[in-house]
């Protein structure tokens, strides 16, 4: 056991443990007595993850009695963005909480083994696309086909994610006084009550919030060595692989696929339902999904749609997948490098004792306020399925410490902007141009390169991040679309290919749902930062001045 | 002449022209009668700009009488951005205009030597910095410092330049219906008529936009081979420079001062008032300021403040400047590349013939309709002085049509997001913390790295693009701030140094600007995009649940 907030008596002895293992980054050291700095926080987790038999126990950061004696409003199960957003909403709120989390740090899966190492991947692949394609010209050298490693990029990951981990656990701790017992496992009593090392906790409610991880198919050979999921790749890859084949067609598909072919490791997609018309992702223009996927095909990456996977083929490990084609043909693919994306699912073994509705997929079922079947009960993030993003999972997070804390407040998250990376940044929102014409009878588009330009030729749209592709080889720089309702003028929908424009989007869905919409008239109003990556304000105001809205 | 409207007539011998000069890009060729493709425009405009002394005389598309007999509504003197959104707003709402522009090609000096040539190089600069910091790591080699060069860079985009020139070419007659007169000059005769190549075209008014260019400061040697400016440089430097002499301190001198170190091209600014604290920059947070400076000089690039150039040394080409420190002493700092970053002025000659007010500085005065002191002229763009950016020079454009076509309508561009480029995108908004706390009692802050913490240690803010930095150097990732009035909570500022927020800030800005404000809790509402460049979401959720919001 470690306790985090007691300098008088065991923080002493903590200080001496970190000294002993190094150095923090920076020389990031606290002074005796003070709160751990974000530099020791790092020293400890990586410690802690790298000796996974130390018997080290439950890092505590709990009040004593003396210090909050109220009940727990909740306990949230599992740290992780849901977790600890919603933590730190019941906090702000003045309402007592306690995280409870088995690993060691504070985020979850995202900063560890999910999405900080795939952001940090679609970089790489982004960065490893330039090299290639520039490789000869201006400072780039030849591409050194056998330098671009993905056991050194993981690596680097694993040598740094303690960092992230610390800032974490740092900023609920002196930044938003949350508690937390982390690196010790909760098992769920009742609906009030979680029991850690031991020592049961209670709280008037309980937060759920413990993710999901992959869900393999039920053919042979899938758990054998060489087939990999996110975060098996993160702790367990220990060869370089020199081609792969993956299994599944979700944005994990599309955007590891991307990272593993950019690094020079050969990849194949084996997709039941054609590459982003699966369920799980919505609102995909059809135009927008064709350049995504010619950009890819670009790059060398073979897609097979249609394919039903049989069986991983093994020798020693991983050796191949065979798959049935669309046709009916069975076909043996040889690789070295099983990669799975097909989705994923909750473990709610945990919750047993709860009782509570599961749907036919095998998520918890709640309502728009997060309360489960069981009243004291709320659930968050993926472990309610799709989609399983950030912004949902720190959103139902608040709204379940909103209720908790007696505001009545529902969230929908049906509809929102949504986003993949493949080595392009691909962001929508709002309805693609087909949907919009099914629904309203005067559409018309604003698209670089427009229709009927030779996109080899049409150097637009570029902006920083594309701007040695649009001088190389103008089709390489991008692709937008913006759909508008020609009669009240509204945007409705908005599609992006390229860097950069990611983070407008988040702004952009804010505006086009406002009740009173989003014209293209108020759009070129805006003051845009040339060279914009969107383009959009600028294309609005040329055609804004037409009463009789037409394409551009 | 060359008449780019005529099937029948002209146009089979411009395509045969064309033809002679080689193939277009992507094989972008029409069809017998059909209008120029953006390649075969590409190839006209090559073709004259790298022969000026041809008698091609000027490009015409214009109306014959049986197709349009109307007076016009506005000539435009100057196609670029003011120009051309002006012509294109005017033309939209059923006006006739024509614009009349000395170069073959439409957008003026931006895709031809400033704006576009400059964000090619921020993003030259941007991967020079990442290929530099990460050699030896990963993939990346040993950077060969003698590999990047200057001269290539600027070859490559006078290679590419034409295919963006040519797109505006295209968009402006095929899509937005426009008349131009291009490669020939306008003399300006009287408040409605314009001479062009011995004829005369009247309009009810005229619109000024013919930009401005770098004022030299009037010191001995400025005028000698070796100094550049921004325009300059693309068109003339034929040696590749070794180190350089940025005297002045505007965002041209940050720019491509950082461009110019990230090259290898040792790089000192010599300014008279400290960086990023002029009168054409406002709103510059101290934080963000030092910030940005740090990590210059983090680059290697040497700042001297307070300095007051003297002489441009010479031997046979420049050598050296001779500047005063601030202390008095007159120091010689030796170059061969000295670059010229002190702002700019118009030339206002063409126009002497219509007695306009200017104003003290040499820039013609207008109102907030961009009327100037001659009723039926009117101003718009750099001729006005700053701030010199794109969205204020389409905005003047606009303002001028709308007014010029009946409709009163303002534009008041004292305030407005703005941004530089260093080897990060620098972009803010609305007020610093300084300015906040002196108009409220109340202001607190979001901001990463938090006060008081180890930037070397802090790896956060992070995202697509300083992924690869947050994984070796935090310090490196990246800075913002976020400033709010507890009292009212509505957010006052925004500040960040980084990549991929920019596109963000231009929606930003017009959020924090309604007149109801854009509050933390409605920031926090709205569904961020992991990794979000800005961060600016998140963090307001995690304070938004507190009745007293305190800093983060």
């Not at 424009?501 to 040339?530: C, H, N, V």
């Amino acid at each position: 056991m470690i306790d985090v907030r007691n300098p008088e008596d065991g923080f002493a002895a903590l200080r001496a443990r970190i000294d002993a293992i190094g150095t923090p980054v920076g020389g990031d050291r606290g002074a005796p007595g003070a709160p751990l700095t974000v530099g020791e926080w790092a020293l400890l987790i990586e410690d802690i993850v790298e000796n996974p038999d130390d018997s080290t126990g439950g890092i505590y950061n709990v009040a004593t009695a003396a210090e909050d004696d109220r009940e727990y409003d909740a306990i949230f199960v599992g740290g992780g963005a849901s977790g600890r957003f919603g933590a730190a909403y019941l906090r702000a709120r003045g309402g007592r909480q306690l995280i409870i989390d088995a690993w060691p740090f504070l985020g979850g899966s995202c900063p560890h083994q999910a999405c900080v190492p795939h952001h940090l991947f679609s970089e790489c692949a982004r960065e490893l696309d330039l090299a290639r394609h520039m490789q000869g010209r201006l400072w780039f050298p030849a591409f050194d086909e056998s330098k671009a490693s993905i056991l050194e990029i993981i690596d680097l990951f694993k040598q740094g994610r303690s960092l992230p981990h610390a800032v974490m656990n740092w900023q609920s701790k002196e930044q938003l006084d949350l508690e937390y017992i982390l690196n010790a496992r909760a098992r769920v009593i009742d609906e009030h009550t979680v029991e850690v090392e031991g020592r049961q906790y209670r709280a008037n409610n309980l937060v759920l919030g413990t993710g999901a991880s992959t869900l393999y198919p039920d053919i042979p050979g899938i758990g054998q060595p060489g087939v990999f999921d996110y975060a098996s790749l993160i702790e367990d890859l220990d060869y370089e692989p020199t081609s792969c084949v993956i299994i599944g067609g979700s944005k994990v598909a599309l955007e590891y696929g991307s990272f593993f072919q950019a690094t020079g490791c050969t990849t194949t997609i084996l997709t039941r339902s054609p590459l982003m018309r699966t369920a799980s992702m919505h609102h995909i223009d059809e135009d927008m999904r064709a350049y995504v996927i010619d950009m890819m095909v670009d790059r060398g990456i073979t897609i097979i749609e249609g394919a039903e996977p049989l069986e991983v083929l093994v020798d020693g490990r991983a050796a191949g997948v065979r798959y049935r084609t669309a046709a009916g043909e069975t076909v043996d693919l040889a690789t070295d490098f099983v990669f799975v994306g097909t989705g994923e699912r909750p473990d709610l073994k945990l919750y047993d004792a709860l009782g509570l509705d599961i749907d036919e997929r095998g998520f918890i079922r709640a309502d728009s306020t997060m309360r489960t079947s069981t009243p004291s009960v709320y659930a968050t993030g993926d472990i309610l399925g799709s989609p399983m993003e950030m912004f949902k999972a720190r959103k139902c997070g608040m709204t379940a410490a909103r209720n908790i804390m007696g505001e009545r407040y529902e969230y929908d998250y049906s509809e929102y902007p949504d986003f993949l990376h493949t080595t392009y940044e691909v962001t929508w929102c709002g309805l693609t141009e087909a949907e919009a014409r099914h629904r309203y009878p005067n559409v018309i588009k604003l698209q670089m390169p427009p229709d009927g330009s030779d996109p080899e030729s049409f150097p637009l749209p570029a902006a920083e991040g594309s701007m040695l592709y649009a001088f190389t080889r103008p089709i390489l720089s991008g692709w937008f679309k913006l759909v508008i309702d020609a009669d009240s003028r509204r945007i409705l929908g908005a599609h992006h290919v390229g860097f950069g424009a990611k983070d407008a989007f988040q702004y952009i869905d804010y505006l086009i749902r406002r009740p009173e919409g989003w014209t293209i008239d108020d759009m070129a109003e805006l003051s845009e930062l040339f060279l914009n990556p969107e383009h959009f304000i600028q294309l609005s105001r040329l055609r804004a001045g037409k009463q009789q809205l037409v394409n551009l």
